[in-house]
């Protein structure tokens, strides 16, 4: 003990003599004091119980409620008050407890303003909104006979322990709640699913249970883990675009509103990250945010900004954290659910139990009433003077009809008969009685019958739970996977980069200095400068490179096609060599030379080349000695691509005066393999889903959907595709495209060929009536499609009909109606194997070179079979690009 301590109780020893009074240690009183008000926060403010999913503010609103209950409506400041007499605290915390259980539309039936969980609108005050428990409330939640009561806090009234809940409603509603060094967050679930998953649960089988949100939009719950801690749910807001200038907003993610959405697309725009003309909210029993884009912006480009940059994409972690007898314990959704359908079936089994009781106690004393009656044991009672002599008679009297009665006879079973009227007597039914008496024996019987088949029992109840009130509770949230969104590859670029070569600065505040380019905050810039050095650095206001930058452009990562062409002289009096090569892994900030010696190199000639153009240049040599050819011309697509630090070819040991350009270059990098990812529905370069073939600079895709609407795109990984869509394909122009339609108009199929007449154009294939639909389409040279006629009355079915559809009509325009494919009526039409096609002979692309880059640009227009070695010399091996995963420092 210190010091200290020792004369603090020295000190309370001697005023305690003196005084006669008692010093206590804040200390102690902190431990103690904090431990009972953390219990307190924990156990009876901010984490429901598992048994019923309530907090206790929650089931005492509840409770309220059924204590008020008589069918009507009670304005919820009556409720409230009611309320104050279970809850310890003010009626703001009882009103707005209220308003978050009625607002999730599932136990409260609500008149009045209760708020818009989807703009954040609050509700009235609770003087002007009324309540009363749903029918579903009133059917699962009470039961006093088999409810636990305790004393309310001021010890005026029994409050319940728990409601004898018959439902996952904590997995229904959800929860959340923040106490001290202790949370919990579960996730809604589907009312449907969490019905069939407990059927499924009491049949033995599996299930998995997945959240479903209020506000709709769309959630990956590929790392969900169960709802239980380290889990995570992305969720999205549900967009599309109308048109080119136009995003509409439909869904938002859970946890936030139309207003919080609104307000980070504004900051976000305001920063520079995306770029808008202007927002409206048009929100009201459905959600409506317009988002109007500038003119030349891709609307598919800021769908993925808005998905990275704001709201519109939220991440949610779940925490399964409950009240299991006054301690918190952790778990997942799925146990939850367990522990709920079989608590579910002993409160069932209990409530059983308890009606078998009372029946059984109605026959017994049914059966002794027509005893007595029938008997007329009444009579026995004229002459007894006394009550006990009254009981006794009665008693004496019942005695020889009573072997068939399942209990014995109690003093309170005859002081009941005593009770009975003379004008029931008197009109007294033998047969009614008889009749009662056997309904009640049949009740019994299937009362035994559902306690020993209990487990039936209970997936009867979620059945019948299911057909009362699973009507419009659908899953309101998408699931599907989502594909990571590159922030730098969706950023709008909203400053400008300049550069001072001479000095070696490059920023955004050099704005005397020349130009570069558009850049963003987040993007890296890549630099060379005369002296032969590299560097990637962050964008900046100002940053020193190093002086005579000869190159500055935005660093994109692992970028395999822009290929640098290099002549250079490794130190100051090496020789010259050539080299050709990519840059994907680097270290941020760090300065790497472009040949083996550190000091006194030089590069003649560079070229930054998007598409591995390959140039032809013309070397210069300086007059020295008795050189005899001074001029020769290198062609780059002799050259190998290599990695980044290999040193390259000699071109020469002299001294070279200048390199010149003689003739431009073109992509010696071969055509892209572009796949399409189904799951995700993008597309994408690393292999990923179905092949859709191998695109050159001018090739595009051709996109048909459902509605009757096709277009031909650029293959951008970045391009979004309706759920409708039915055809995604490489786009051959002269390929005609086969449709089938129902045409409303005439009520006959129609079919039609054509070619897509504008590649930049969306188009309408099927013509607008109400009820025209497209039966199948077809981009194969000689369709085949084959006719299921109806079977006419009181005839045999017609054989089915195939058709050539090359030779049924010719290709039109578009826009042409086509030709009626049958008079008769059709019952289904299918598609056959198109006949055998030999389309022209094309050059066979070679194998792919992998390229991450967003579009196919149109320089991909030439490929060259193959890239031969020069025969100077080479260097020996050298290793790999150096790849830096220490840390931070490291772009990748």
């Known amino acids: ?284 029993a459905n959600v409506e945010i317009m988002i109007h884009l500038p003119s030349g912006l891709s609307p598919d480009k800021t769908i993925d900004a808005l998905y990275a940059f704001t709201n519109c994409e939220v991440s949610i972690s779940p925490l399964g954290c409950v009240i299991e007898d006054n301690k918190p314990l952790f778990v997942g959704v799925s146990e939850m659910l367990r522990r709920s359908a ?67 006879i109690t003093e309170e079973d005859i002081v009941r008969l005593t009770e009975i009227r003379i004008k029931r007597i008197s009109k007294f039914d033998i047969d009614k009685a008889q009749q009662k008496i056997d309904a009640l024996e049949d009740r019994i019987a299937e009362l035994k019958h559902n306690l020993e088949n209990l487990i039936q029992f209970a997936i009867d109840y979620f059945t019948k739970l299911l057909k009362d009130y699973g009507k419009d509770r659908e899953r309101k949230t998408e699931l599907k996977n989502f594909e990571d969104i590159v922030a730098s590859k969706v950023v709008i670029r909203n400053t400008k980069l300049y550069v001072n070569r001479e000095e070696g600065f490059v920023g955004t505040a050099l704005k005397r200095d020349e130009y570069v380019g558009d850049v963003s905050d987040i993007d890296d810039i890549i630099c060379f400068t005369k002296e032969g050095t590299m560097m990637v650095t962050k964008v900046d206001a100002k940053t020193f490179i190093g002086k005579n930058i000869v190159h500055v452009a935005v660093f994109k990562k692992k970028d395999k096609r822009t290929i640098y062409n290099v002549i250079y002289r490794d130190g100051k009096t090496g020789p010259s060599y050539i080299k050709r090569f990519a840059v994907t892994s680097v270290t941020r900030d760090r300065e790497y030379p472009m040949g083996k010696a550190e000091k006194g190199s030089q590069i003649h000639y560079f070229s930054s080349n998007p598409n591995g153009e390959a140039e032809i240049v013309t070397v210069n040599l300086r007059q020295q000695g008795s050189i005899k050819k001074l001029k020769w011309d290198i062609d780059f697509s002799d050259i190998l691509i290599k990695s980044r630090t290999s040193r390259g070819n000699q071109v020469t040991k002299y001294n070279i005066k200048k390199v010149e350009l003689k003739e431009e270059g073109v992509s010696t990098l071969k055509p892209r393999k572009i796949w399409f990812d189904d799951t995700v529905q993008r597309l994408n370069v690393d292999g990923r889903g179905e092949l859709l073939g191998e695109f050159r600079g001018e090739d595009r895709l051709l996109v048909a959907t459902q509605k009757g609407i096709i277009k031909t795109i650029i293959p951008e990984v970045t391009a979004r595709f309706d759920d409708d869509m039915i055809v995604l394909e490489k786009w051959i122009p002269n390929k005609p495209i086969t449709a089938i339609y129902f045409n409303g108009e005439r009520e006959l199929f129609y079919v039609k060929r054509f070619l897509i007449e504008n590649e930049e154009r969306e188009e309408d294939f099927v013509p607008e009536h109400e009820k025209s639909y497209l039966e199948v389409i077809s981009t194969d040279y000689k369709p085949v499609a084959e006719l299921v006629h109806v079977k006419p009355r009181g005839k045999e079915q017609p054989d089915n009909e195939q058709i050539l559809l090359e030779e049924f009509i010719a290709v039109k325009g578009i826009t042409a109606q086509g030709n009626m494919l049958t008079k008769s009526k059709i019952k289904q039409i299918n598609l056959l194997e198109p006949l055998p096609y030999q389309p022209e002979e094309t050059v066979p692309a070679q194998d792919l070179e992998v390229n991450h880059e967003e579009t196919i640009t149109k320089n991909d227009n030439e490929s060259l079979n193959s890239v031969k070695a020069t025969s100077e010399k080479i260097d020996p091996d050298l290793p790999d690009p150096e790849i830096d995963d220490t840390g931070q420092s490291s772009l990748f």
């Open 1 to 284: 003990m210190s010091e200290e301590n020792e004369e603090l109780e020295n000190l309370g020893e001697g005023v305690e003599e003196q005084t006669t009074e008692t010093i206590t240690r804040v200390t102690g009183m902190y431990k103690e004091w904090f431990l009972d008000y953390a219990s307190y926060v924990i156990l009876e403010r901010a984490v429901p119980a598992i048994e019923d999913g309530f907090k206790p503010v929650q089931r005492r609103i509840m409770q309220s409620m059924k204590d008020l209950d008589d069918g009507r409506y009670n304005k919820v400041a009556n409720i409230v008050g009611h309320a104050m007499q279970y809850h310890p605290h003010g009626d703001a915390s009882i009103g707005d407890a209220m308003v978050q259980i009625g607002q999730k539309d599932l136990l409260i039936d609500m008149q009045g303003n209760w708020g818009n969980i989807l703009t954040g609108d609050p509700a009235a005050a609770s003087r002007y909104i009324e309540a009363r428990i749903s029918k579903f409330g009133l059917e699962v939640l009470f039961n006093p006979k088999i409810t636990e009561w305790q004393s309310s806090y001021d010890g005026r009234r029994k409050e319940p322990i728990n409601l004898p809940v018959k439902f996952p409603l904590l997995l229904a509603q959800g929860a959340e709640g923040i106490a001290v060094g202790l949370s919990t967050k579960v996730l809604p679930h589907n009312f449907v699913e969490l019905i069939e998953a407990s059927i499924k649960h009491l049949q033995g089988k599996r299930f998995k249970l997945y959240p479903d949100f209020p506000t709709g939009g769309a959630a990956d719950i590929s790392n969900y883990n169960d709802g239980m801690r380290g889990g995570k749910v992305r969720v999205r807001a549900k967009m599309h675009s109308p048109d080119k200038s136009t995003i509409v907003i439909t869904e938002i993610p859970f946890s936030t509103t139309t207003s919080t959405l609104i307000d980070s697309i504004l900051k976000a725009n305001e920063k520079g990250k995306i770029k808008i003309k202007k927002i409206e909210d048009n929100t009201a």
């Open 342 to 408: 079989d608590h579910t079936v002993e409160l069932l089994r209990a409530e059983l139990e308890i009606l078998l009781h009372e029946v059984e106690e109605q026959w017994h004393f049914a059966s002794l009433e027509r005893i007595f009656i029938e008997n007329r044991i009444y009579r026995d009672i004229e002459e007894e003077e006394t009550w006990e002599g009254v009981i006794s008679a009665i008693d004496k009297g019942l005695q020889p009809h009573i072997k068939h009665l399942k209990r014995t």
